[in-house]
């Protein structure tokens, strides 16, 4: 088996919740349908994964398991019910908590599949930022923004430091959960300080 799968599958699934909910929330801010919600919801959730599976020359785990897309719509089901999208969570801890659990989550999950397809650092580092940004990258073309992550306070380099780190330790749930708690800790620490990398 190789290293880290059942990992991969923990990380991917608290993802998709995380990214699913923050998908719905723009696309009903958004004004959109009921389709355009779905379509935000979703590509925001397993576009990343997507992208990250054809790049690793595998087979593409959102279409070929269940449970991806089953997450996704139940999340919609959950977050609409109690009207999630109408209330103002954008800066609320929970709101950035989960946001920043789906980026770290995914940044993993996309180090591993790196990490177990032979890449080298440079490829393990793009295959785990892209996992993360890839979804909400799509989202934001599609409903003409500027890709959050290109102005967004230290958020891709999070990925990156997760996939470096990943890259020189050996995969276990112990090194697995350390580097979740650093990835946490220092994407709040940096919204807590406002950091920003340098802009020209």
Same mark, same amino acid.
């Given at each position: 088996?190789?290293?880290?799968?059942?990992?991969?599958?923990?990380?991917?699934?608290?993802?998709?919740? !995380?990214?699913?909910?923050?998908? +719905?929330?723009?696309? #009903?801010?958004?004004?959109?349908?009921?389709?355009?919600?779905?379509?935000?919801?979703?590509?925001?959730?397993?576009?990343?994964?997507?992208?990250?599976?054809?790049?690793?020359?595998?087979?593409?785990? $959102?279409?070929?398991?269940?449970?991806?897309?089953?997450?996704?719509?139940?999340?919609?089901?959950? #977050?609409?019910?109690?009207?999630?999208?109408?209330?103002?969570?954008?800066?609320?801890?929970?709101?950035?908590?989960?946001?920043?659990?789906?980026?770290?989550? +995914?940044?993993?999950?996309?180090?591993?599949?790196?990490?177990?397809?032979?890449?080298?650092?440079?490829?393990? !580092?793009?295959?785990?930022?892209?996992? !993360?940004?890839?979804?909400?990258?799509?989202?934001?073309?599609?409903?003409?923004?500027?890709?959050?992550?290109?102005?967004?306070?230290?958020? #891709?380099?999070?990925?990156?430091?997760? #996939?470096?780190?990943?890259?020189?330790?050996?995969?276990?749930? +112990?090194?697995?959960?350390?580097? +979740?708690?650093?990835?946490?800790?220092?994407?709040?620490? $940096?919204?807590?300080?406002?950091?920003?990398?340098?802009?020209?």
């Amino acid at each position: 088996m190789p290293k880290g799968l059942k990992i991969f599958e923990l990380t991917d699934f608290i993802g998709i919740v !995380a990214f699913s909910l923050s998908g +719905f929330i723009i696309g #009903a801010r958004k004004n959109l349908d009921i389709l355009g919600v779905l379509i935000s919801s979703y590509l925001t959730a397993l576009g990343g994964g997507v992208l990250r599976d054809i790049v690793a020359g595998r087979a593409i785990f $959102a279409f070929s398991n269940i449970y991806p897309g089953l997450t996704v719509l139940i999340v919609i089901i959950v #977050a609409n019910y109690f009207k999630i999208h109408k209330k103002e969570i954008e800066n609320k801890f929970i709101y950035i908590l989960s946001d920043t659990i789906g980026l770290v989550s +995914f940044s993993i999950s996309g180090a591993i599949i790196g990490i177990n397809a032979g890449f080298n650092i440079f490829g393990v !580092a793009f295959l785990s930022m892209i996992t !993360a940004v890839g979804g909400g990258m799509i989202r934001d073309i599609l409903i003409n923004e500027i890709p959050f992550f290109l102005n967004r306070s230290f958020y #891709a380099s999070i990925s990156i430091i997760i #996939a470096i780190t990943l890259y020189f330790f050996t995969i276990n749930y +112990f090194s697995m959960f350390f580097v +979740f708690i650093i990835g946490i800790i220092l994407r709040l620490y $940096a919204i807590k300080k406002d950091f920003h990398l340098p802009k020209f």
